[in-house]
């Protein structure tokens, strides 16, 4: 998804390396200069500074370097999405990323306890919602067994 519709309305973003890029930690702030000057020095004022952070740095230009495989990770959040869709008492919209959320007709909290008997994770996002995530760690294969899982979870 080209970065422009998601942030079209803003002038300044922050991600998270340790996100869908499989940094151990780290992130970025993007916009105009003088408000990156001002976020330097209330981090510094906050105490945000690290010296010799240069190991820790290193696993985050290795994300940048991969940021191609977010595309990926959007394309199995979609696939999850719209099988997850035609389970009966699961509703899920078309993500805009790599969080699917899925409206259900059950206690959000029961489905996630169904789920994670199942061996998949997922969190309650509100009374009848649950959240899903792909990312680093989440091939197409885990995909097609989250979706068979659910299935059997919520039968």
Do not use: Y
């Amino acid at each position: 998804m080209p970065a422009s519709r998601i942030t079209r309305e803003v002038d300044t973003v922050m991600t998270c390396l340790s996100k869908g890029l499989g940094a151990p930690v780290g992130s970025m702030l993007a916009g105009p200069a003088e408000f990156i000057e001002r976020a330097r020095r209330v981090r510094k004022l906050m105490g945000g500074g690290m010296r010799q952070a240069g190991v820790i740095a290193a696993p985050g230009l290795r994300a940048l370097e991969n940021r191609h495989r977010l595309a990926e990770d959007h394309d199995n959040a979609e696939r999850l999405a719209a099988a997850l869709d035609h389970i009966p008492g699961l509703s899920t919209p078309t993500p805009e990323t790599n969080i699917v959320v899925v409206g259900t007709d059950d206690p959000a909290e029961d489905i996630v306890a169904a789920c994670e008997s199942e061996g998949v994770g997922c969190v309650a996002f509100g009374e009848h919602r649950v959240r899903f995530c792909t990312h680093w760690d989440v091939d197409a294969d885990d995909v097609d067994t989250a979706i068979e899982r659910v299935e059997r979870a919520v039968a």
